[in-house]
């Protein structure tokens, strides 16, 4: 087995344990990114308070909305990543080596190579995999309305939004988000905010970027020391891989924003506000009807969620791949004692 493969399966279950162990506080941020209330300014609802009110007007069950999708799309994320960042990594060290041999560098990988190796990794991901976080925003922002909570002389509902019937409870599962985008804007549809999310690659970029010459640091000190011992925790990981998304996170939040409300659906209520045709026309609606703060709605939570997933990915991924590298070379070793004299 390829070391490509081991990241890239490794990637792809560590994904999903982090998708699992936080998925409540993306659903609550998606919703709080896509909110395009200005009066809600006034009252902003913190991430717990907005989980209670979901869980008390909507169940549970609204909060692990798109869940199914959201997994299958983060362990094919983190699989298609991770296998090509390790393609791409491996072919960095390679000419980071060949250029040592003509007396260039000192044979390793440098930050700006990382970052390199980072951005094609992320382009890769983000074509590949685009079309699943469209159905997966479109589940994760879609609402009941229940009946007796809406007034008696409204009969307007929002796009996004689904009255609660007794007899005929609302089901809007996968297949019924993928027609509903593909007859609003065909195969194109399945790409919105691709635009924003390829640049959005910066931001894994900068994450592993800071995570691998953090990681660096870390064993040339503890190569240094007296002891000699260069083995990293996995506490140690998980604090380095969340201190690396909170820099990241930090830096790029307003484009997962944009991103979020172009793959939301678009609310049909005449209101040029809540409808964004493109890229820039999202961002100059944003800053004329809501200001910059609209760029930063929900980040708080975002950093919480965002931060543990992270830290808790990278803590999985590097102890299933030590994991599944200490199983392949005992394999490897049982095999050649096997082996008949």
């Not at 929002?158 to 409870?169: I, R």
Request: charged content about 20%.
């Amino acid at each position: 087995m390829s070391d490509a493969l081991i990241n890239g399966l490794a990637g792809a279950g560590g994904g999903i344990i982090a998708q699992l162990i936080t998925y409540p506080l993306q659903t609550v941020n998606t919703r709080q990114q896509t909110d395009r209330d200005p009066k809600k300014v006034k009252r902003k609802l913190g991430a717990i308070e907005q989980m209670c009110q979901v869980v008390k007007h909507e169940g549970w069950e609204r909060l692990y909305g798109g869940l199914m999708p959201s997994l299958v799309g983060t362990a094919a994320s983190q699989g298609v990543y991770y296998y090509f960042y390790q393609i791409f990594r491996d072919k960095a060290e390679a000419v980071a080596l060949e250029h040592k041999r003509k007396g260039f560098g000192d044979g390793s990988v440098g930050m700006f190579s990382s970052l390199v190796v980072a951005a094609l990794s992320g382009c890769v991901n983000v074509l590949l995999t685009n079309p699943i976080w469209v159905v997966v925003t479109r589940m994760q922002t879609h609402t009941k309305v229940s009946k007796k909570s809406q007034p008696n002389n409204s009969l307007l509902v929002a796009a996004d939004e689904t009255v609660l019937d007794a007899n005929e409870p609302p089901s809007y599962g996968t297949n019924r988000v993928i027609l509903e985008v593909y007859n609003e804007a065909g195969v194109r549809g399945f790409w919105n905010g691709v635009i924003p999310t390829l640049i959005m690659v910066s931001n894994p970029s900068m994450q592993f970027m800071l995570y691998e010459t953090m990681l660096k640091k870390l064993k040339k000190q503890r190569a240094s020391s007296k002891k000699g011992d260069n083995v990293i925790t996995a506490l140690e990981i998980f604090l380095l891989g969340a201190s690396a998304k909170l820099g990241a996170t930090v830096i790029t939040y307003p484009l997962l924003v944009v991103k979020s409300r172009l793959q939301a659906k678009q609310l049909k209520t005449g209101d040029i506000r809540h409808h964004y045709e493109g890229t820039l026309d999202a961002i100059l609606k944003m800053i004329r009807y809501e200001g910059f703060y609209g760029f930063y709605k929900g980040m708080s939570t975002k950093i919480v969620q965002s931060v543990l997933a992270a830290a808790v990915l990278f803590m999985v991924k590097e102890e299933l791949v030590r994991g599944a590298r200490l199983l392949l070379t005992k394999g490897g070793v049982n095999t050649v004692r096997s082996k008949p004299p």
